[in-house]
């Protein structure tokens, strides 16, 4: 079973990421059980939030919050603290929208000796780039974030992804767009591991 | 094949309606139940539930929700409705209407703790705590089995052995807001699981259908074409009636494993890791899904210990549970609800049903995870230890206070109380 915390903040789609990285793990083949759900708060737009998603090839009995995850994806880099760093198992990986790279990220924070491996990818640019953006004109990060875990060691391909995005928003232009956003954030990601 | 989709449980209760053939709905919204209302009204707005010309109706409360489909049930129809907490606690009237008129009204709990104080989160405390209006009342564990318990409860419920009206109670966000793999039957095949409702409520003759005359005596009412039962004998037909719902339970679990491939024990429990069991955890709900990671952790350590995920709750099956638990020399107890004054609900529930056993087993209750509070494999663990290390401990037997696991008082500054 693999176990992901996705943080946000309200309003971002965090909640929905998670959903649409359910339905990409069915869509795989490889992970025929996933659930997927919210940190069950009365969550407050520009508040930080967390999501929750478990995936796995056998059935998932427990419905407890992700204490630590193996892999911790950060929608906005305003929400990363230290205290994020601590919800990633050992050997896990932090999956982080910025315009830094994993090297500098490393350097910025603190993770101490832990083993974990950092990916990062400059969503909100790849937005503004291509105009990719919510009614209120802020930047929409939690579809291409998927191309990202798509380079990840998870095995959901980008065509999955793809896939999982357009079931979620129907065929249209705009869904055009996030699965051409999910793209690009699969091949700009930087990863950098840690042996 | 039919392709599983990823949804919530509200929405697996509400894709239940559609391929039942519901033909009203009546709900008031409320946390957490509430998308159950919004995608059924979405699936009549989208005219995909024509079929059954199936009507929403809009009321402005849950006592109004539950009258109406206390009334289109009467005439027959096909009726399904949904609350949580206070919204289900000012419907209580009229639950008793709906069992004691006998009408087969289908029902969904997205179980939430009761105010005050004011919680959105779930515990099973509502869903106890209409515990002898009459209804059937079932628990799940997954999204699959709100699905699949809400089509079998129409079967059940409108069997002429039962007439019952039955609750699926299933935990507020936890399964309500979460969104898991569920498998959507075709219509053929639900209807060679579901036969058409053949209604059973003759509304020509009031004399002799409970509910529908203006008061019904104490005693029998003599008449020249025949006598008419007193309140009394429709109570006791109503208790006939429960007792036979285990033969109809069995047969319908049996006949849905048949057709869709998925059971869920016998219909009335689960028994996970159970044959060679000594200790047994008993629990519903979300507490016994979470139980059944405990059971693999602690099986590593070495304990011979299963679970008995109850899903029938009423009637109470006491012949089943004797038998379940009658290898077992210690029944752990997690309770996400508790009788005031008195323990956890189904904890004093079993041991009333297993006093008269041969061998009855030591039974430790535990308090867990009161409105929504995270329930961990840690604290279930902690649970069982406590209650295997002091199973043979005469004065904890004799104990009468109730323990609760996960308290957080310490850090209140409160000093820890009842122990």
């Known amino acids: 079973m693999i176990e992901i915390i996705i943080y946000g903040r309200g309003g971002m789609g965090a909640v929905t990421a998670g959903k649409i990285l359910a339905e990409a793990a069915i869509l795989s083949e490889n992970y025929p059980e996933v659930s997927a759900f919210p940190s069950f708060g009365t969550e407050r737009r520009g508040a930080p939030v967390m999501a929750f998603c478990r995936i796995s090839d056998e059935p998932i009995w427990t419905r407890a919050q992700i204490k630590q995850a193996d892999y911790v994806i950060v929608l906005d880099e305003t929400v990363f603290e230290d205290h994020v760093i601590d919800r990633i198992k050992t050997g896990g990986a932090l999956i982080l929208n910025t315009w830094q790279c994993p090297e500098d990220v490393r350097k910025k924070y603190n993770f101490g000796n832990r083993k974990i491996t950092i990916v990062t990818a400059d969503l909100t640019q790849i937005a503004f780039d291509l105009k990719l953006l919510n009614r209120e004109n802020q930047p929409i990060v939690n579809t291409s974030v998927l191309g990202v875990i798509a380079k990840s060691s998870i095995k959901i391909s980008l065509e999955d992804a793809k896939n999982a995005i357009e079931n ?10 996030n699965v051409k956003a999910a793209g690009m954030a699969a091949e700009q990601a930087l990863v950098e591991e840690v042996k | 094949m039919v392709k599983k989709i990823v949804i919530t449980g509200n929405h697996a209760a509400a894709y239940a309606c559609k391929s039942a053939g519901v033909e009203v709905v009546a709900a008031y919204p409320i946390t957490p139940q509430s998308p159950v209302v919004e995608k059924i009204s979405e699936f009549v707005e989208a005219g995909e539930m024509t079929k059954s010309n199936t009507q929403f109706v809009c009321v402005e409360s849950e006592q109004s929700a539950i009258s109406a ?13 949904a609350s949580s907490a206070n919204g289900l606690a000012y419907m209580f009237e009229l639950l008793c209407w709906a069992a004691g008129s006998r009408l087969p009204v289908v029902m969904c709990i997205a179980m939430r703790g009761l105010g005050a104080p004011w919680t959105v989160w779930t515990d099973h405390q509502d869903a106890f705590s209409v515990r002898d209006v009459g209804f059937m009342q079932q628990f799940v564990e997954s999204n699959q089995e709100i699905y699949d318990t809400v089509l079998m409860s129409y079967r059940i419920a409108e069997d002429p ?3 019952l009206p039955a ?9 309500s807001h979460t969104m898991m793999p569920v ?3 075709d219509d ?13 409520t003759d509304l020509t003759n009031m004399g002799t259908r409970p509910g529908l005359n203006p008061v019904t005596p104490p005693d029998l009412t003599v008449r020249p074409e025949g006598n008419t039962p007193g309140y009394y004998e429709f109570r006791y037909s109503m208790q006939k009636a429960h007792e036979n719902a285990f033969e109809v339970i069995e047969e319908a679990a049996r006949d849905f494993a048949k057709i869709f491939g998925r059971s869920y024990g016998n219909g009335i429990y689960k028994a996970y890791k159970a044959d060679d069991a000594e200790i047994l955890i008993f629990a519903v709900a979300s507490v016994a899904s979470e139980s059944r990671g405990v059971v693999d952790r602690l099986r590593e350590e070495g304990l011979k210990i299963g679970l008995i995920s109850l899903k029938l709750f009423r009637p109470f099956p006491v012949k089943y549970l004797r038998e379940a638990f009658s290898k077992a020399n210690l029944v752990v107890v997690f309770d996400r609800d508790i009788g005031y004054g008195y323990e956890g609900i189904l904890a004093y529930e079993i041991k009333a049903a297993l006093y008269p ?4 087993p030591i039974i430790r209750g535990f308090i867990v995870g009161l409105g929504g509070r995270d329930i961990t494999p840690e604290d279930l663990i902690g649970g069982v230890k406590k209650a295997v290390s002091e199973k043979d401990d005469r004065n904890v037997q004799l104990a009468t206070h109730t323990d609760f696991i996960g308290l957080k008082l310490d850090q209140l500054g409160f000093k820890k109380g009842g122990n």
Not at chain 2, 69 to 81: D, K, L, M, N, Y
């Open chain 1, 168 to 177: 979620k928003f129907g065929k249209s232009k705009k869904t055009d767009l």
């Open chain 2, 69 to 81: 489909v206390i009334a289109a049930s009467a005439t027959g129809c096909r009726v399904f409705t």
């Open chain 2, 188 to 200: 053929d095949k639900v209807s060679k699981f579901l036969p058409t409702l053949k209604p059973h």
């Open chain 2, 183 to 185: 498998q959507i039957e």
């Open chain 2, 357 to 360: 056993s041969e061998n009855r």
């Open chain 2, 161 to 163: 052995r039962v007439y």
């Open chain 2, 167 to 175: 609750f699926v109670s299933y935990d507020g966000y936890i399964l």
